[in-house]
């Protein structure tokens, strides 16, 4: 059972009240029974202790509230200077009874309300609008730190509305760490560089890595610059053709986080596809290769999460033409063009960018997008104004 202590710190409370004495002796004596009262309470402390009593519930263990000042005045005439002569007394049992009722709130109502925020956050993630590609959270465990409510999610991808399925992860992660270093945001959401690894691996083997790329230099006729005038023998080959790029991935993509800093190792296939109809050239006439490593950038700029690509090297080698035999010289320069066709291909995949309140679930500001060593780290305030609009507009 892991046990934490939350502190509250009231500065001031005022409260008007109207008094009356109900008595048949003492209305004989003809005075005024009844009168107002001011009480102020300033400096309310609480302490609330609250216990894990099953992996996804919370109970409040302890709860000691003190206030540190109350004051009373009491108006009404005689019998109001009577009752000042115990205003002590009074002022005492006020103060006990405000902090019992206080704690037994808190316990009734107070875990009630973390209950429910916490059954109704959920923070998913929405990578990409289009295709819709969205990293769902599930809760599973509620742990308790000495300054953190953390929340151990299950995480799923979504793409297009169909569950993609993952490997489950085992956190081998040095969260701890990371988790208690200091943040200025209401809310820290860490994503395990395993999680994205699942991600990237399950989203391979759906099939959902292809992207194809069309581009005017993709011609094998043209005035200036194309694919036909740089490599002859395809222009000979297929005179006044057109073709398209296909890039998919071979192998689940491998990912690294590193403080500041994300490398991807892709090994991809680039399908050269005719557009013609005619035989024997159309569909796939030449296959490449390609390892790469990409060094991605991933930060939030005018209220969108951007991503961009620059690739370090690339490793490629013709695999298959449907044009008989090339010279090396066509091979190289196909291995050297197959670079900007992938770059090209990863930036459609990742460059679109995701709209700040898409990425939250819930109204958020002053979001922080950090790369830490093996965690993608997300910080962000909750948007209390619009969260108390929306509250109040369904009551």
Known sequence: MIQSTWFFLTIRYQVIANWEIKSEVLNVLR???????????????????????????????HCVARIRDLRMN???????????????????????????????????????????????????????????????????????????????????LIWNGELVEGEMILNQSEYDEVAQSPSNRMITVLIEEETVQSALAATHYSGHFVATVDSPFLHTYCDILCIGTVLPEIADAMPNSSFTVQASTLNPPMITLQKGNTLVFVNASLDVISKSTSQPFNGTIISINVETELELKIDIQDDMVRCTSSMLNAQAKLTNSKIGLMSQKTIDLLVDMSTPFLEDAVDLLISRGVPITKLFQFPSTNEILTIEERFIKLEADIDFPTVLQHTVAQL
């Open 31 to 61: 005075f005024p029974l009844q009168g107002s009262v001011r009480m102020q309470m300033t400096g309310l402390i609480s302490e609330i202790a609250m216990t894990n009593s099953a992996p996804d519930d919370v109970e409040v263990s």
């Open 74 to 156: 009491i108006r009404g005439g005689v019998a109001a200077e009577v009752i000042q002569w115990f205003r002590a007394s009074l002022t005492s049992a006020m103060r006990r009874k405000l902090e019992e009722q206080y704690c037994a709130v808190m316990e009734k109502a107070w875990i009630q309300w973390v209950e429910a925020q916490i059954s109704q956050f959920s923070p998913n993630l929405t990578l990409s609008t289009s295709p819709e590609v969205i990293l769902s959270q599930s809760l599973e465990s509620i742990h308790f730190s000495k300054m953190n409510v953390d929340l151990r999610m299950r995480s799923d």
